[in-house]
């Protein structure tokens, strides 16, 4: 029943024109900051040559360019979110998710699951950017493979606080708002941490950032990796005891 939701979930987002200019514009975008970076490599690397132990393509072409779709992926977020469970409730549908055989938790992780697809399609259409340079040098592949780890945990934690945000309010702009200024406080919350070393630490164990940073480098820690796995399902578990508190008004 939970591939049932997330099909379902993720040809609605297929059909709706605003997911395909999403991913027109989104990978117009990220081509471009692509080429620029490739060209602006180009044209240093004769320098590069001469040092020793100079960075090569995964370090001043591939991180950046996934730093630079991070952000571009946590503002489109909001829009593909928005709607997943704010318009069941203002279509009044929602009432039809409560009355049928299916649990609450089958829900929220089979609609999570669609937007999820929807997500990696944008991540392999990106990923074959960096890809396409194995036909002309040679990758750190260790670093482009962290690299693409990280985007992925990152939209994880995306979708499911998207996700959530979605199945508080009715309405979709609300919904697109508060996911945008939260996903934007995650991100920026270590910028504040510089009074007292604890709070200092807690902001940047916090910060989104800060572990995708450490990805980028071609670092993998499993502090990483679990913080993205406890974020994603602490919004899964909040959407699902969102939607139980709602089945048991109706």
Known sequence: MIMTIAGRELRS????????????????????????????????????????????????????????????????????????????????????????????TEIIIGKYLGVLGFFLVLLVMIALMPLSLLSGTELDLGKLAAGLLGLTLLLAAFA??????????????????????????????????????????????????RHYETLLKGLLHSTDVVYYLLVTVLFLGLSIRRLDADRLQH
């Open 160 to 209: 499911a606080i998207g996700l959530y945000m979605s199945a508080l309010t009715d309405q979709p702009t609300i919904a697109a708002i508060s996911t945008f200024g939260l996903l934007l406080l995650l991100w920026i919350i270590d910028w504040a941490g510089n009074s007292e070393a604890q709070v200092s630490g807690l902001f940047a164990y916090l910060s989104m950032l």
């Open 13 to 104: 987002l297929f059909l709706s024109p605003l997911a395909w200019a999403i991913l027109a514009t989104v990978q117009f975008i990220i081509a471009y900051l692509f080429l620029s970076q490739v060209d602006a490599y180009l044209m240093v690397q004769p320098r590069l040559a001469a040092i020793e132990g100079a960075p090569g393509v995964a370090d001043l072409v591939i991180a950046p360019l996934f730093g630079n779709a991070a952000i571009i992926l946590l503002l489109i977020t909001p829009m593909i979110t928005m709607r997943v469970l704010s318009e069941e409730r203002r279509n009044r549908t929602i009432s039809l998710l409560f009355s049928a055989p299916v649990s609450m």
